[in-house]
């Protein structure tokens, strides 16, 4: 707050400066003129300017402006350009405090986003850590874990709605969607037996099957467990990359106003 409070106080100053300038040109330019019609009338009075009706009928100002009017009008517009240049330099400066804005907010919502991500990442983490060592009932365990990697898979797949993903953002996200897309299936897969009975109880060979499936899938299940522990760091890690870069931009946008400013 105190830093845009900063970047407003200098672009008030620029306009204000603006104004005084643009008047200062005024005068400037009534000076030249003043001096111009000054010098001429002291040279019709003085016999120092050579009249000629053909070429100034009007007496010698005409003659005077007439000759040097180039020369009048190329100093005024060079003095007159400098406030154009200025206003150039305060809309680049109002651009930049847009960017300083976005910048900031940019920054306030991605921190947020990873504090939201380590939240919801404990909570599977902590179901994820008992396996295999802390389990007495696997199916149960499956079935819990399974609803937990569901519901941070849902939270990791909405965070991209908030458009904010940058190239390296993204690409961990979309790993870390995939591999707890595979850790969700192979959990479920592994509980299997759960819940079915009566009509919806398998056959045999129906049964062996998903046996089979679900033994495959506890075979793997303590890689993939790491896998994905390691890409909800890794996501972490780009996010945090994220914020580093946009505050990198902040600062530099801050040097520049600052050097505006000076």
């Not at 060592?133 to 609803?147: K, Q």
């Not at 299936?185 to 056959?203: A, I, K, T």
């Not at 522990?229 to 914020?243: E, G, H, M, Q, T």
Request: overall charge negative; some cysteine.
């Amino acid at each position: 707050m105190f830093v845009r409070g900063n970047f407003e106080g200098a672009a008030l100053m620029w306009r204000v400066s603006d104004r005084a300038w643009n008047a200062a040109v005024g005068y400037l330019a009534a000076v030249v003129f003043s001096g111009v019609m000054g010098f001429a009338l002291g040279a019709t009075f003085s016999t120092g300017c050579p009249l000629d009706p053909q070429n100034a009928p009007f007496g010698c100002a005409e003659f005077l402006l007439s000759r040097y009017q180039t020369m009048i009008a190329a100093a005024i517009a060079a003095i007159a350009v400098f406030p154009v240049w200025r206003q150039v330099r305060l809309q680049g400066m109002q651009t930049d405090i847009l960017k300083s804005d976005a910048l900031r907010n940019r920054i306030s919502t991605l921190g947020k986003m990873r504090e939201d991500l380590a939240g919801q990442a404990a909570n599977a983490r902590q179901e994820l850590q008992w396996y295999p060592d802390h389990i007495n009932n696997l199916s149960f365990w499956a079935h819990e874990t399974a609803a937990q990697v569901d519901r941070f898979l849902d939270f990791v797949s909405d965070q991209r709605t908030l458009r904010l993903d940058g190239a390296l953002v993204a690409a961990a996200r979309a790993d870390l969607i995939d591999r707890l897309n595979s850790l969700s299936r192979d959990l479920w897969v592994m509980n299997w037996d759960v819940y079915l009975n009566g009509e919806d109880e398998p056959n045999e060979e129906q049964a062996a099957k998903l046996q089979a499936e679900a033994t495959a899938a506890e075979a793997s299940l303590e890689r993939k467990i790491g896998a994905t522990l390691r890409s909800v760091v890794a996501l972490d890690a780009a996010i945090f990359d994220d914020i580093s870069h946009a505050r990198t931009k902040l600062h530099s946008l801050s040097e520049s106003l600052v050097t505006h400013d000076a």
